[in-house]
T-cell receptor
Framework: ETGVTQTPRHLVMGMTNKKSLKCEQH?????MYWYKQSAKKPLELMFV???????ENNSVPSRFSPECPNSSHLFLHLHTLQPEDSALYLC?????????????FGPGTRLTVT | AQTVTQSQPEMSVQEAETVTLSCTYD???????LFWYKQPPSRQMILVIR??????QNATENRFSVNFQKAAKSFSLKISDSQLGDAAMYFC??????????FGTGTRLKVLA
């Protein structure tokens, strides 16, 4: 089992659907992150959780709703998305959020909004 | 606000040769960290190398080394003896006084056999 896992790996959804992305880390880390990766753009940090508490919402639209029930699991709930939300969504974790610890990334969920 | 710029969208290197990927950044902070991450096709992003800004010595990890020029705000990655497995997207990243990692747009490296 790799350190950070994400499910599903691929997701196609209509604009009126509701779906959730799941991330799980087996590294004992305290911080977890959601990133959006679009072609030819820098990785965009969406949310940061530290010890289950959200420390940052980086001006993300409310159609993206994160949930962190414990330090090992992170969800991203999606509803009424737009085609421009199609991207690779990466989850990452690190030992602490406020130090320069290495981030460990999951394989990502390739999301297509039709 | 800090920014990270990777001016080379794509680079190619012959197997066994050396290639250098460029990264520049802008910051007013004096204490920060710089990273190179590698994202192979359809695989997870992994850390290649990191550099603490307070260290003058350039970081090295086997065939990977950096040329850190703090005054010029430049942080290039040199890959020696390139291998087919080095083909990937390479991202330069900055982390300063906040928790935020700031990434560049990436450089796609192709390794030619």
């Amino acid at each position: 089992e790799t350190g950070v896992t994400q499910t599903p790996r691929h997701l196609v959804m209509g604009m009126t659907n509701k779906k959730s992305l799941k991330c799980e880390q087996h590294l004992g880390h305290n911080a977890m992150y959601w990133y959006k990766q679009s072609a030819k753009k820098p990785l965009e940090l969406m949310f940061v959780y530290n010890f289950k508490e959200q420390t940052e919402n980086n001006s993300v639209p409310s159609r993206f709703s994160p949930e962190c029930p414990n330090s090992s699991h992170l969800f991203l709930h999606l509803h009424t998305l737009q085609p421009e939300d199609s991207a690779l969504y990466l989850c990452a974790s690190s030992q602490e959020w406020n130090r320069a610890y290495e981030q460990y990334f999951g394989p990502g969920t390739r999301l297509t909004v039709t | 606000a800090q920014t990270v710029t990777q001016s080379q969208p794509e680079m190619s290197v012959q197997e066994a040769e050396t290639v250098t990927l460029s990264c520049t950044y802008d910051t007013s902070e004096s204490d920060y960290y710089l990273f190179w991450y590698k994202q192979p096709p359809s695989r997870q992003m992994i850390l290649v190398i990191r550099q603490e800004a307070y260290k003058q010595q350039n970081a090295t990890e086997n065939r990977f080394s950096v040329n850190f020029q703090k005054a010029a705000k430049s942080f290039s990655l040199k890959i020696s003896d390139s291998q087919l497995g080095d083909a990937a997207m390479y991202f330069c990243a900055y982390k300063g006084g906040t928790y935020k990692y700031i990434f560049g747009t990436g450089t796609r490296l192709k390794v030619l056999a």
